[in-house]
């Protein structure tokens, strides 16, 4: 069970573009510009989703069935995405300054995201991988991570002590189906646990769409369906106790 959100509602509204943080109810409890570290056990986290990658480009493209393609297995960033990452504390790099840890999902757009947004935190804050920040797995190539030995040489700076195979053989042994929102839900909350177990009171977690449409729920419940949806590359900002 999810408890002690201190958080603001999702607004009602289509979600800001990239890099911008969403806005709070006015009650103290802003995602706008309060996302220093808190005092006590409060946790500040703010949650990013990935700048564009390849498979986005293709599904504008081309629709649905640009998941489904094996070129854009665990898909890079586009020139696009590189520049979104680039500009995720645009509008608020006072906010970069308070991070304590970095917390990833181990594909390579997360992973990518995460550098680009924060170099300054590289070798300075933890960086840790986790597997219950990636995104649904199961059907589509874009979503199975590379070999661990690659992302280790081309991430040196993440700590992948999460992540336990060589291979990504969770992706594999689900043999085609995608994974249940049930599934997913449930690493929301376990992403949600580890956030709060971490000693940081001010965390970034580079992640997903689907994920943060599970995550979102748990802290804005009742909320209209699409105020859960993050364009790439947008930030929101939330407390946890």
């Known amino acids: 069970e999810v408890r002690g959100a201190q958080v603001p ?6 979600p800001p573009g990239p890099g911008a943080m969403s806005e709070g109810d006015g009650d103290g409890r802003s995602s706008g510009g309060q996302g220093g570290p808190q005092e006590g056990n409060v946790t500040t986290v703010h949650f990013v989703r990935h700048g564009q990658a390849l498979h986005n480009v293709a599904f504008d493209e081309r629709g649905r069935a640009a998941y489904l393609d094996p070129a854009f297995t665990d898909a890079p960033l586009s020139p696009l995405g590189e520049e979104q990452s680039r500009a995720v504390w645009a509008s608020h790099p006072q906010l970069l300054a308070a991070v304590e840890a970095v917390v990833v999902s181990p594909l390579t757009r997360t992973l990518a995201t ?16 986790s597997e219950a920040a990636r995104e649904s797995f199961g059907a589509h190539p874009c979503d199975r991570r590379r070999a661990l030995g690659l ?8 700590d992948f002590g999460d992540v336990r195979t060589e291979e990504d053989e969770d992706y ?3 043999a085609g189906v995608v994974e249940t929102g049930e599934a997913i839900d449930a690493r929301a909350r376990l992403l949600l646990e580890q956030l709060r177990a971490r000693p940081e009171r001010c965390l970034v977690v580079f992640t997903h769409s689907r994920l943060l449409r599970s995550v979102f729920p748990l802290l804005f419940p009742g909320q209209e369906p699409e105020s859960y949806r993050f364009a790439n590359g947008e930030m929101r900002t939330v407390t946890l106790e």
């Open 151 to 158: 992302l280790r040489g081309e991430f040196p700076h993440v």
């Open 9 to 14: 509602r999702a607004p009602r509204r289509a």
């Open 114 to 129: 995460a550098t680009l947004a924060c170099p300054s935190l590289v070798g300075a804050v933890p960086w840790v991988a």
């Open 172 to 174: 594999d042994a689900m």
